[in-house]
Nanobody, 117 residues
Framework: QVQLVESGGGLVQAGGSLRLSCVVS????????MGWYRQAPGYERELVAS???????NYADSVKGRFTISRDGALKTVHLQMTSLKPEDTAVYYC???????????WGQGTQVTVSS
Protein backbone atom coordinates (compact mmCIF):
# COMPACT_ATOMS: atom_id res chain seq x y z
CA GLN A 1 0.00 0.00 0.00
CA VAL A 2 0.97 3.59 -0.66
CA GLN A 3 -0.48 6.55 1.22
CA LEU A 4 -0.65 10.03 -0.25
CA VAL A 5 -1.53 13.18 1.67
CA GLU A 6 -1.88 16.48 -0.18
CA SER A 7 -1.66 19.97 1.25
CA GLY A 8 -1.21 23.55 0.10
CA GLY A 9 -4.48 24.30 -1.62
CA GLY A 10 -6.44 27.45 -0.99
CA LEU A 11 -7.89 30.63 -2.43
CA VAL A 12 -5.70 32.92 -4.50
CA GLN A 13 -6.26 35.81 -6.88
CA ALA A 14 -5.59 35.46 -10.57
CA GLY A 15 -1.89 35.92 -11.27
CA GLY A 16 -0.93 34.54 -7.89
CA SER A 17 0.98 31.43 -6.89
CA LEU A 18 0.42 28.33 -4.81
CA ARG A 19 2.58 25.36 -3.95
CA LEU A 20 0.97 21.97 -3.49
CA SER A 21 2.74 19.20 -1.63
CA CYS A 22 2.09 15.46 -1.51
CA VAL A 23 3.68 13.38 1.22
CA VAL A 24 4.27 9.81 0.08
CA SER A 25 4.57 6.86 2.44
CA UNK A 26 4.24 3.09 2.41
CA UNK A 27 5.51 0.48 0.00
CA UNK A 28 7.21 2.57 -2.69
CA UNK A 29 8.73 0.77 -5.65
CA UNK A 30 11.80 1.90 -7.55
CA UNK A 31 9.88 2.40 -10.79
CA UNK A 32 6.95 4.79 -10.56
CA UNK A 33 5.19 7.77 -12.03
CA MET A 34 3.99 10.50 -9.69
CA GLY A 35 1.37 12.82 -11.00
CA TRP A 36 -0.86 15.73 -10.14
CA TYR A 37 -4.36 15.58 -11.59
CA ARG A 38 -7.24 18.00 -11.26
CA GLN A 39 -10.98 17.83 -11.58
CA ALA A 40 -13.29 20.80 -11.92
CA PRO A 41 -17.07 20.49 -11.42
CA GLY A 42 -18.68 18.97 -14.48
CA TYR A 43 -15.35 17.95 -16.01
CA GLU A 44 -13.37 14.75 -16.10
CA ARG A 45 -10.22 14.36 -14.06
CA GLU A 46 -7.21 15.42 -16.13
CA LEU A 47 -3.48 15.06 -15.83
CA VAL A 48 -1.72 18.30 -14.93
CA ALA A 49 1.88 17.17 -14.52
CA SER A 50 3.85 14.00 -13.88
CA UNK A 51 7.37 12.95 -12.97
CA UNK A 52 8.98 9.53 -13.28
CA UNK A 53 11.49 7.81 -11.04
CA UNK A 54 14.10 8.85 -13.60
CA UNK A 55 13.14 12.50 -13.31
CA UNK A 56 11.34 12.89 -16.63
CA UNK A 57 8.49 15.36 -16.47
CA ASN A 58 5.36 15.87 -18.50
CA TYR A 59 2.89 18.76 -18.44
CA ALA A 60 -0.55 19.49 -19.82
CA ASP A 61 -0.38 22.14 -22.53
CA SER A 62 -2.59 24.42 -20.45
CA VAL A 63 -0.02 24.65 -17.63
CA LYS A 64 3.30 24.54 -19.49
CA GLY A 65 5.53 27.40 -18.45
CA ARG A 66 3.41 28.12 -15.37
CA PHE A 67 3.52 24.92 -13.27
CA THR A 68 6.54 22.93 -12.14
CA ILE A 69 6.50 19.44 -10.65
CA SER A 70 9.38 18.32 -8.46
CA ARG A 71 10.23 15.70 -5.89
CA ASP A 72 12.85 15.13 -3.26
CA GLY A 73 15.48 12.51 -4.01
CA ALA A 74 13.94 9.88 -1.75
CA LEU A 75 10.38 10.44 -2.99
CA LYS A 76 9.05 11.45 0.36
CA THR A 77 7.37 14.57 -1.01
CA VAL A 78 6.24 15.69 -4.45
CA HIS A 79 5.49 19.34 -5.11
CA LEU A 80 3.52 21.26 -7.70
CA GLN A 81 4.58 24.89 -7.92
CA MET A 82 1.82 26.85 -9.61
CA THR A 83 2.40 30.40 -10.84
CA SER A 84 0.42 32.87 -12.95
CA LEU A 85 -2.74 31.15 -11.82
CA LYS A 86 -5.91 31.62 -13.81
CA PRO A 87 -9.57 31.19 -12.84
CA GLU A 88 -9.70 28.14 -15.12
CA ASP A 89 -7.12 26.46 -12.87
CA THR A 90 -9.81 26.20 -10.19
CA ALA A 91 -10.32 22.53 -9.34
CA VAL A 92 -9.68 19.83 -6.78
CA TYR A 93 -6.09 18.71 -7.24
CA TYR A 94 -5.18 15.07 -6.59
CA CYS A 95 -1.82 13.44 -6.09
CA UNK A 96 -1.36 10.10 -7.84
CA UNK A 97 1.23 7.34 -7.53
CA UNK A 98 1.46 4.62 -10.18
CA UNK A 99 3.74 1.60 -10.16
CA UNK A 100 5.19 1.35 -13.66
CA UNK A 101 5.45 -2.44 -13.68
CA UNK A 102 2.03 -3.37 -12.30
CA UNK A 103 0.11 -0.16 -13.16
CA UNK A 104 -1.33 -0.10 -9.62
CA UNK A 105 -2.76 3.34 -8.87
CA UNK A 106 -3.03 5.19 -5.59
CA TRP A 107 -4.76 8.52 -4.98
CA GLY A 108 -4.66 11.18 -2.34
CA GLN A 109 -7.79 12.75 -0.90
CA GLY A 110 -7.49 15.93 -2.97
CA THR A 111 -6.96 19.58 -2.13
CA GLN A 112 -9.10 22.46 -3.37
CA VAL A 113 -7.52 25.25 -5.41
CA THR A 114 -9.70 28.28 -6.12
CA VAL A 115 -8.49 31.15 -8.29
CA SER A 116 -10.60 34.30 -8.20
CA SER A 117 -10.73 36.75 -11.07
Amino acid sequence: QVQLVESGGGLVQAGGSLRLSCVVSGSISSMYIMGWYRQAPGYERELVASITNGGSTNYADSVKGRFTISRDGALKTVHLQMTSLKPEDTAVYYCNYKRRLTQQNYWGQGTQVTVSS
